[in-house]
């Protein structure tokens, strides 16, 4: 399974296939709104860090050995299958246009990044019903600043901390503006806690060395956690 400390490995990958958990795990989720697919809780596969390998039945995969994953039938298949961009049919667009003469509500997405905003207003989303701001945070350069904001040892280290979000957030809430300049609901920060503090030993050192003011000392950063 993936937590929000594996967020660059899925912004870099092409697509995600876990071992555990199933349609709404972390993984499966993130990878949604990303775009990428995703085969979530294929529990036949072994998976042997130390050797970089994994295997199901009398396959052995290694690492840098390519596989495609269908991420709507769930299937993992050996080698690089030929793919095409889905596309949404004639037909659906004919159904949802006589949808649109009758209907009194509008459909808006989820969306915290420029890029799944512009992927949604593709799709016909007319506004956005919900931006939550942590979720702005969960790439690799970001995620630090939060953590350093949430473990704080004082108001000033903490102002440094929001200070650095406060940068961040500026350009991203203009292009959400610039897309959707009209429809766009925001909450404020509301930080699940156990999705952003560290659960590694190099998370922690992370946290740690690139303190919000000076750099803290492990001991203390593993204590507030």
Not at 13 to 41: E, F, K, N, Q, Y
Not at 109 to 115: D, S, V
């Amino acid at each position: 399974e993936t937590s929000p400390d594996d967020i660059g490995g899925l912004h870099a990958a092409d697509g995600v296939l876990t071992t555990r958990c199933g349609l709404t795990s972390h993984a499966a989720v993130v990878a949604r709104t990303m775009g990428r697919p995703c085969v979530a809780g294929a529990r036949e596969l072994q998976v042997d860090y130390a050797a970089r390998r994994m295997t199901v039945g009398d396959v052995t995969v290694l690492e840098g050995q390519l596989v495609t994953i269908d991420g709507n039938t769930g299937d993992v298949l050996l080698g690089e299958v030929p793919t095409v961009t889905p596309k949404l049919s004639k037909a659906f667009r004919t159904i949802m246009e006589w949808a649109d003469e009758y209907r009194t509500l509008q459909v808006r997405c989820n969306a915290e990044t420029p890029c799944d905003a512009q992927r949604a207003k593709l799709f016909g989303a007319e506004g956005i019903g919900l931006v939550r701001t942590e979720h702005m945070f969960f790439e690799a350069e970001r995620i630090v600043a939060m953590r350093q904001m949430i473990l704080a040892a004082d108001d000033k280290e903490r102002q440094s901390a929001l200070q650095k979000l406060l940068e961040l957030q500026r350009q991203d809430f203009a292009d959400l503006f610039e897309i959707f300049p009209s429809s766009v609901t925001v909450r404020l920060l509301d930080a699940p806690l156990h999705e952003f503090l560290p659960s590694t030993e190099a998370g922690l050192a992370a946290v740690a060395a690139v303190g919000a003011t000076v750099p803290a000392s492990l001991e203390r950063v593993k204590r507030r956690t």
